[in-house]
């Protein structure tokens, strides 16, 4: 599933990038020229859905103001499961791919990174560093949002 995301749902879309998403944001304007090789839109306006329909992507409403019930929606609406997500695999702020970083690289990052980490990782398009001591945290919020109970029973009643 390749995404493309307007750009008041950026949020959302670096979520999307950070859970391994190809997603590419694009701003109104900007949609006929960034739908190619792209699966589906998101946006939250009507007017760009239309805009989207016309160039032949498949576009998706996203309702909601909050980014965890946006990603909520996306993940039911595309029966997105867990098997699905691969976090530290794409950069969440370019959507390029990560991968292994050089040892060079480890003196870029604080010295308690570059003493715990059992990995770094190297954005290919911006140069960002990722490292695997964030993961935990991602997949305790990543089960927050794909799971039904738990601490975001209040948006489900949304
Ligand atoms: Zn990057």
Redesign the pocket.
């Known amino acids: 599933m390749r995404f493309l995301v307007e750009d008041p749902l950026t949020k959302l879309a670096r979520k999307l990038r950070l859970m391994g998403f190809d997603t590419e944001i694009c701003s109104r304007n900007d949609i006929r020229k960034s739908i190619e090789n792209r699966d589906v839109f998101l946006t939250k306006s009507k007017k760009a859905m239309e805009i989207a329909s016309k160039f032949g992507i498949r576009p998706y409403l996203i309702k909601s103001e909050n980014w965890r019930s946006q990603l909520k929606s996306v993940i039911q609406r595309f029966q997105i499961d867990l098997d699905d997500v691969h976090f530290l695999c794409r950069?969440s702020?370019?959507n390029?791919l990560l991968e292994e970083a050089s040892p060079g690289d480890a003196a870029m990052v604080p010295e308690y990174v570059a003493l715990t980490a059992e990995k770094l990782y190297k954005?290919n398009?911006?140069g960002?560093l990722y490292w695997n001591g964030s993961h935990v945290e991602h997949m305790k919020w990543m089960n927050g949002i794909v799971g039904k109970s738990g601490d975001n029973a209040e948006e489900n009643k949304l």
């Open positions: 950069c702020k370019c390029g954005c398009r911006c960002q």
